[in-house]
C-alpha cells in the first residue's frame, strides 16, 4: 500500500500533549501493520499568530489540501483573546472548512459504559446512548453574506448576518446523512426552524425530495431546533442520525457531547465532497477545545484525540479493523480502572496524559 | 382601584382547558379582593383559521393592543398542518408579539422541591433550580429582511434569512435582563456568537457598554451560545439571568425548561415597552403548546397557565403579593400530593385538569 499523508495540526493549549499520544499509536501502527504514513506537522492557531501573524498560513492550507487527511488539536487561549474578529485562532478551523470544503461535520456522542455516571443525567436516560449528529459546515449563517457592523445616520450601529442555504448545499450534507444512517439504525431526523425561517423550509422540502429520490429505505423524520433541544434533554435516545444547519449544529451537537459528561473522549470528523481525485478532504479533531487552564500539566485526556485518529482511519482509509481495534484499545483501558482527571471517578486510578496513551499503545 | 382590561385567548387543543381553571382563580379573586377585572375572549390559532381563515383577526389585534394584560393559552394542531407559511397557528404569536412590540420573552426555569425527581438530570443537579432566560423576541433572525426562497437560473433554489439586531434593540431587552437581575442574584449571562457573527460582535459591545453605563452593579459575564447549551446541562444552576437574541433563546429557553422535566408547570411572559401613557403591552402564556394528543380528555395540567396568570399579577399590575399567594397554593397542592399524569409520581394521587384547578382555588 502507498504511504498515506497525514497533516498534524496540534494548535495550542492541551493541543500538542494529547497530539503526543496519537504519535504514540501511529508508532505502534507503523511498527506493526502493513500501512505506513508520511507525517507532516505545522502551527495553527494562537501558535501560528506569534509566528507567522496569522492564524494559519497560506502553506499550511496548501498542505492540507495536499494531504490525505488532517488530523487537528485545538486552538486558542488568553493570550490571543483580544484579538480581532479577523485574527482570532478560531479562524484556522474556519479558514480549513472552507479552504478544503468540509460540508459535513460529524458529531458522535456515545456514552461508553464504564463512563455512564459521568453524565448529570440520570444513567437510565443515558445508558447505551449511540447519537451521530451531521452539522453542515461550509454554509450558513457562518458564512453567508451580506455580514458585518454599520453605523448608522442617528448614531446607532446594526449588526448583520446571513444565513443562506442552496438546494445543493443541503442535498450534499443530507446525503452524507442518509449513507450513515444507512450503516446506522436507518433513521435521519432533519432539524431546522421551518416554521419561521424560509431557509429551514426549503431545508426541509429539500431533505425530503431527496429521501423520496435517493434514500427510500431510510427513514426520515422532521423537527424543529428548539424541540430538538427540548428532546435531547427528555430522551435522547430516540435519535439515531440528526442532520442540520451550521448554526443549529453548533448549539445541538455541544449539548449532545454534554449529555455524555466526557466531552474528553469525544472525537469529531469533518468530511468535504469526493475530489476529481477520488480523494475526499477531511479534517479530524477531539471536540473539547484548548483548555488553557491544564495546559502544560500532563493532566489533559488524551482519549479525544485517540479517537479521532481512529475516525480518520475509518472514513478516510476505510481501515474499519484498525479504527475498531483503537476502539476496543480506549474501552479496555477505561474498563481497566484508568482514568484522567476530567473523567476521575471514586475507585479508579487517576493516571497522567502520558499514562493513559501508554496505556492505550499496550492494550493495543 | 379601577378595573384591569385583560384578554384571554384560549386558542386550541388544551388551551381552552386549562384556561377554565385560570377563570377559577380569577372568579376567586374577584369575589375575595378590591381588584375587578374586565375580561374579553377571544379567537387565535387554528379556532380562529376555522372561523376568520387567519390566525389572528386584525380585531382581535386591536383588543390586544386595548388590553392592560393578554392571557394566552396555546395554538396548533394536526388540523391546521398543511397550511401554508402565512396561514399557520403560530403566526397568532408572532403577529402579538411584531404588533404589540413585545421585545422582552421572560423564561423562567425553576425547580418546585416536590418535583426536583421529574428531571432527566440527576437531582444534586437540578435541585432548588432558578434561572430566568430573557429571550429577544421582535427581532432578529425571526423578522430580519430580506428574507425568502428564491428559485436560480440553474433550477436550484435558495433560501435567505438575516439577522439584524441594531443598538437600541439590544439595549432595551438588556434592559430588562440587567433590571431582572437587580431583584434577583444580580448575575447576567449574555450569550450570543460574537466569535463567528458581527452581529453577536454587535450584541456582546452594546451589552457590556450599557452595563458600564447603567448597571455596574450588576456582574455581566459573556458566553458563546454552544458552550451555555452546554453549561445548562453541565451545571444549571451557575446561572441567574440569561440575555440573548431570538433564535438563541427559542432553543436555549426550550433546554433550560426541559432541565425541570415538568414543562406542565412553567410559566413565561412577553413585555413590551413603557408606552406614553405608563402602560405596558404585555402577554402571559403557559410554555408548553397546545398538545392535541391529549386535548379534551380533561388531564392537562393547568399549573403552567395559572401560574401565567400570577406573573400577569406580578410584571402587569405589581400584585407582587397575590402572585405569591397564586405560586404559594400551587407548591402547597404538589406538596399534598396531587399529580396531573404529566408529572405523576409513584405514590401521588393522579387527578384530573379541573380537580387540579378546583385544588389550587381552595388552597387559596
Ligand atoms: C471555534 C468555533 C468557530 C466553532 C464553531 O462555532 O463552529 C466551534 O464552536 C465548533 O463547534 O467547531
Ligand atoms: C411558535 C413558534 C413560532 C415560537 C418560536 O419559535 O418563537 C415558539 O417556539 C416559542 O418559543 O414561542
Redesign the pocket.
Known amino acids: 500500500a502507498s504511504n498515506k499523508k497525514l497533516l498534524i495540526l496540534p494548535g495550542d493549549g492541551i493541543g500538542p500533549e494529547v497530539m503526543r499520544e496519537v504519535r504514540r499509536v501511529i508508532d505502534w501502527m507503523d511498527r506493526r501493520r502493513a500501512v505506513r504514513f508520511d507525517i507532516e506537522e505545522a502551527l495553527v492557531g494562537g501558535a501560528a499568530i506569534d509566528v507567522h501573524g496569522v492564524p494559519i498560513s497560506a502553506e499550511t492550507v496548501a498542505k492540507a489540501k495536499a494531504a490525505d487527511a488532517v488530523l487537528f488539536g485545538a486552538v486558542g487561549g488568553p493570550k490571543w483573546d483580544g484579538l480581532g474578529f479577523d485574527r482570532r485562532p478560531?479562524l484556522a478551523?474556519?479558514t480549513l472548512r472552507r479552504e478544503l470544503g468540509l460540508f459535513a461535520n460529524l458529531r458522535p456522542a456515545t456514552v461508553l459504559d464504564p463512563l455512564v455516571d459521568a453524565s448529570t443525567l440520570k444513567p437510565e436516560v443515558v445508558r447505551g446512548l449511540d447519537i451521530m449528529i451531521v452539522r453542515e459546515s461550509t454554509g450558513g449563517i457562518?458564512f453567508g453574506e451580506p455580514r458585518g457592523i454599520e453605523s448608522l445616520p442617528d448614531g446607532t450601529k446594526k449588526g448583520v448576518n446571513t444565513e443562506v442555504y442552496t438546494t445543493p448545499e443541503i442535498e450534499r450534507v443530507a446525503r452524507v446523512a442518509f449513507e450513515l444512517a444507512r450503516r446506522r439504525q436507518g433513521r435521519v431526523c432533519s432539524v431546522e426552524k421551518a416554521n419561521v425561517m424560509e431557509s429551514g423550509l426549503l431545508w426541509r422540502q429539500t431533505v425530503t425530495a431527496l429521501r423520496e429520490r435517493e434514500f427510500p429505505d431510510v427513514e426520515l423524520t422532521h423537527m424543529y431546533a428548539d424541540n430538538c433541544a427540548m428532546q435531547l434533554v427528555r430522551n435522547p435516545r430516540q435519535f439515531d442520525v440528526i442532520v442540520t444547519t451550521n448554526l443549529f449544529g453548533?448549539l445541538l451537537?455541544?449539548l449532545a457531547s454534554m449529555l455524555t459528561g466526557s466531552l474528553g473522549m469525544l472525537p469529531s470528523a469533518t468530511l468535504g465532497g469526493l475530489g476529481p481525485d477520488g480523494r475526499r478532504h477531511a479534517l479530524y479533531e477531539p471536540i473539547h477545545g484548548s483548555a488553557p487552564d491544564i495546559a502544560g500539566k500532563g493532566v489533559a485526556n488524551p482519549m479525544a484525540q485517540i479517537l479521532s485518529f481512529a475516525m480518520l482511519l475509518r472514513f478516510s482509509f476505510d481501515m474499519t479493523e484498525d479504527a475498531a481495534l483503537i476502539e476496543r484499545a480506549c474501552t479496555n483501558v477505561l474498563a481497566s480502572g484508568l482514568r484522567t482527571a476530567d473523567i476521575m471517578q471514586p475507585g479508579m486510578a487517576r493516571v497522567s496524559t502520558q499514562v493513559m496513551g501508554e496505556a492505550v499503545t499496550r492494550e493495543l
Request: no cysteine; glycine share 0%; net charge negative.
Open positions: 478560531e478551523i474556519l457562518y453548533d451537537s455541544d
